[in-house]
């Protein structure tokens, strides 16, 4: 799936590195993600929970905080409300960007921050938090103690930090302290939930207990079984996002259905990248895009995709009905067709079509088959050409 650089300024003019993973297929909505603590945005886990989500049709912006990875800005100056408003610097940019948030997630500590930051977040519809500790001083027993000392004497210090050195800055470790999350949990009134294992050695899950019982809106609450804090295996950070999709669904609106429509296809400029449009058929939303070579953001099929695409369909359809009517043990047909350009042929457009069928059936009966996929309508009405009356224009809206 497509991921492109999408970065932005924060509150203290600093860019920020983000990166914004296209959904696929139909449009459900745009979600922010907040990364653990010290992880960056290329963590694995972020990666491939923002990656499944796009894939299930929402997009998803994870980016660098403040003094990490390609992002501006000093980590040892950096403070949990610099990352609180970082959240909210990054849901503007999707805003402005026509991409509002409707779903925020945060990771560990990126969690804590989010639902600091969701309360002022006008977009946010939903809010789900993964391994998020209630009390985010609690980050304090994850730095080494003579680090900690050093900071009380020095004002900074290099200390580890998850087994790495990092710079810290007494500020970072003051501004913990002051944080009332509880307050703020009260008074989000936004559906929230909560993902946690129960052996989190990291954050241990009496956190989600007391996240839980301080919200006072809609809640849920799901046991990650024997996964760990970092979601470092692959099949726990992708459940994480099916849970997400699934339990967002509800809160994600429907994609604009635009004005009705007697047509049998409509296409609609996103305003995202150059070539984006918004296809809306047969009762179904999609995305069609050109690839990034020819300047597009690859989110979605060409038109010659669609094309081809269009007779694939057919082309697999019309075998179904006649092998259905003929009464043959056909259990499966897939039909790959790829287009090309041949300057050296009339027409110049060259279709071809490979069919796969699977079943109990005769050689007689897969030649029959194989004549039959030369005959459907798209291939009819492609080989014999179309007449197009002339192009209408509508009045500006």
């Given at each position: 799936m497509p991921t492109r650089s999408f970065d932005f300024l924060n509150r203290d003019n600093h860019r920020l590195s983000g990166s914004l993973e296209m959904p696929e297929g139909i449009l459900r909505g745009w979600a922010l993600f907040a990364h653990c603590f010290t992880c960056g945005r290329n963590n694995l886990a972020a990666v491939r929970i923002a990656r499944t989500l796009a894939s299930l049709g929402i997009g998803v912006l994870r980016f660098d905080f403040t003094g990490l990875g390609d992002s501006e800005?000093?980590?040892?100056?950096?403070?949990?409300?610099?990352?609180?408003?970082?959240?909210?610097?990054?849901?503007?940019?999707?805003e402005a960007a026509g991409m509002p948030p409707r779903l925020l997630i945060g990771h560990s500590l990126g969690g804590a921050a989010m639902l600091a930051a969701a309360g002022r977040m006008a977009s946010a519809r939903a809010i789900a938090t993964i391994a998020a500790p209630f009390d985010v001083a609690q980050v304090l027993h994850r730095l080494d103690p003579a680090g900690l000392a050093r900071l009380d004497a020095e004002g900074q210090a290099l200390v580890q930090v998850?087994?790495?050195?990092?710079?810290?800055?007494?500020?970072?470790?003051?501004?913990l302290r002051t944080h009332d999350q509880g307050v703020r949990i009260a008074a989000l009134h936004r559906p929230l939930l909560l993902l946690h294992a129960p052996h989190d050695r990291t954050v241990d899950i009496e956190n989600a207990t007391r996240i839980f019982?301080?919200?006072?809106?809609?809640?849920?609450?799901?046991?990650?079984?024997?996964?760990?804090?970092?979601?470092?295996?692959?099949?726990?950070?992708?459940?994480?996002?099916?849970?997400?999709?699934?339990?967002?669904?509800?809160?994600?609106p429907e994609p604009p259905a635009g004005q009705p429509t007697s047509a049998d296809a409509e296409a609609e400029e996103t305003g995202h990248g150059k070539f984006q449009l918004a296809l809306r058929s047969g009762g179904s939303r999609w995305l069609a895009d050109e690839p990034t070579a020819a300047g597009g953001l690859g989110s979605g099929p060409t038109p010659y995709n669609m094309l081809s695409s269009a007779l694939a369909a057919c082309t697999t359809m019309t075998l179904r009905h006649y092998a259905d009517s003929k009464g043959w043990a056909v259990t499966r047909i897939l039909t790959a067709v790829s287009h090309r350009k041949d300057g050296s042929t009339s027409p110049t457009d060259v279709f071809s079509s490979r069919v796969s069928i699977d079943g109990a059936i005769t050689q007689e009966q897969r030649g029959q088959l194989l004549g039959v996929a030369q005959r459907c309508p798209v291939h009819r009405t492609l080989e014999s050409g179309v007449r197009f009356e002339p192009v209408e224009s509508e009045p500006p809206a």
């Amino acid at each position: 799936m497509p991921t492109r650089s999408f970065d932005f300024l924060n509150r203290d003019n600093h860019r920020l590195s983000g990166s914004l993973e296209m959904p696929e297929g139909i449009l459900r909505g745009w979600a922010l993600f907040a990364h653990c603590f010290t992880c960056g945005r290329n963590n694995l886990a972020a990666v491939r929970i923002a990656r499944t989500l796009a894939s299930l049709g929402i997009g998803v912006l994870r980016f660098d905080f403040t003094g990490l990875g390609d992002s501006e800005g000093s980590f040892a100056d950096a403070t949990f409300t610099l990352n609180v408003q970082d959240l909210e610097s990054a849901a503007e940019a999707m805003e402005a960007a026509g991409m509002p948030p409707r779903l925020l997630i945060g990771h560990s500590l990126g969690g804590a921050a989010m639902l600091a930051a969701a309360g002022r977040m006008a977009s946010a519809r939903a809010i789900a938090t993964i391994a998020a500790p209630f009390d985010v001083a609690q980050v304090l027993h994850r730095l080494d103690p003579a680090g900690l000392a050093r900071l009380d004497a020095e004002g900074q210090a290099l200390v580890q930090v998850v087994g790495r050195p990092m710079a810290v800055g007494k500020a970072f470790v003051d501004d913990l302290r002051t944080h009332d999350q509880g307050v703020r949990i009260a008074a989000l009134h936004r559906p929230l939930l909560l993902l946690h294992a129960p052996h989190d050695r990291t954050v241990d899950i009496e956190n989600a207990t007391r996240i839980f019982l301080a919200a006072r809106h809609s809640k849920s609450f799901v046991s990650l079984d024997d996964a760990d804090h970092l979601l470092s295996r692959h099949e726990d950070a992708e459940q994480v996002a099916r849970l997400i999709a699934t339990w967002a669904a509800r809160y994600l609106p429907e994609p604009p259905a635009g004005q009705p429509t007697s047509a049998d296809a409509e296409a609609e400029e996103t305003g995202h990248g150059k070539f984006q449009l918004a296809l809306r058929s047969g009762g179904s939303r999609w995305l069609a895009d050109e690839p990034t070579a020819a300047g597009g953001l690859g989110s979605g099929p060409t038109p010659y995709n669609m094309l081809s695409s269009a007779l694939a369909a057919c082309t697999t359809m019309t075998l179904r009905h006649y092998a259905d009517s003929k009464g043959w043990a056909v259990t499966r047909i897939l039909t790959a067709v790829s287009h090309r350009k041949d300057g050296s042929t009339s027409p110049t457009d060259v279709f071809s079509s490979r069919v796969s069928i699977d079943g109990a059936i005769t050689q007689e009966q897969r030649g029959q088959l194989l004549g039959v996929a030369q005959r459907c309508p798209v291939h009819r009405t492609l080989e014999s050409g179309v007449r197009f009356e002339p192009v209408e224009s509508e009045p500006p809206a």
